[in-house]
């Protein structure tokens, strides 16, 4: 079996290759029903399942419990109040938060109660507090505020950086998927849309373009003495730059990835849900997402932007003259 080494060597030399460009129909197909799915799913299943930050609720801190169990609270507020969807969460150390859906004030008094009790701390160690809906919603616009922005001057520096704005489009059309199909597995999947969560998504846009911008770096560096050059067509230098760039594509990926993953590991089974959780797990499909996307649409997108070019046209007919030539006189 070929080492992972030689296997990178193959595809940056061309020996091996992979025709992400030429099958970029069936990329772009994919991707396509990826995102209208990404839409509709999370409608069907009732929208995005927002955390209490969005829509407001009640919420509960135990201060020096002894044991730290997520059970042990959930358990309480089913008990005392059935329905309530409590959410445990052990903060930091000894301390443990609970947060339901919104509970009248007699509920309000019979949970801490039941809290108190079943943790084993006294009356002073349990607060409640009641969180509304208007910190989320400030959130929300700070965010969707800064997606725009990021956007704008992320296609305007692009523009500059590359020279050209086809690479602008196609990365933003890239980062755009990735944003979509990222919240749809979250809104299809039922996970927690947290402030966490959003952080995490908005450190994605940063990823996702960094990942892009290595690949059209390889591709300006392939295609720079395109006009004068007879050995590939501009599709097949693209193609050429993706697949040199592969491997360290997927080794970014995995180092990212990792870590994430361990974090959201110990979030997840450690500590339960909580912003640990919520911020790796955005970050950890995100990266993913963004991997792919900048393979199969973004890099294909930018070759299918240009294919119409009439200097690369004619570029495409002296490599066809060239291969034909060679043909005949071998």
Known sequence: MKSFATFGNELYTGERSYPFVAKRKIWFGITGV?????????????????????????QFTIS??????????????????????????????????????????????????ALQAAYGVT???????????????????????????????????????????RMSVAAIIGLLVVMIVTAGIYGA???????????????????????TVVVFDKIRENTADISSSTRRTFGEEVNLAINQTLVRSINTM??????????LFIGTLLLGAGTLQDLSLSLFIGIIVSTFSTIFVAAPMYAWLRQGEPDLVKQAKKVQSRRAAETVDA
């Not at 995995?254 to 974090?263: D, E, F, R």
Request: charge should be negative.
């Open 64 to 113: 020096n419990v002894a044991n730290t169990s997520p059970t042990i609270g959930q358990s309480a507020v089913a008990n005392t109040v059935p329905g309530a969807d409590a959410v445990v969460t052990n903060l930091v150390g000894k301390t443990m938060q609970v947060q339901t859906n919104q509970l009248s004030d007699q509920d309000t008094v019979k949970v801490a109660d």
């Open 34 to 58: 990826l995102v209208v799915l990404s839409v509709l799913i999370p409608i069907l299943v009732g929208g995005f399942n927002f955390s209490i930050e969005f829509k407001g609720g009640s």
């Open 254 to 263: 995995m180092v990212a990835v990792l870590p994430v993953g361990s974090i």
């Open 189 to 211: 999947s039922r996970f927690e849309v947290s402030p966490s969560a959003i952080i995490g998504f908005l450190t994605i846009l940063s990823y996702s373009l960094y990942d």
């Open 123 to 165: 009356t002073k160690d349990v607060t409640s507090t009641f969180v509304g809906p208007s910190w989320g919603a400030d959130v929300s616009r700070q965010a969707i505020i800064g997606f725009i922005a990021f956007v704008v001057l992320a296609t305007l520096l692009m523009a500059l950086y590359f020279r050209t704005w």
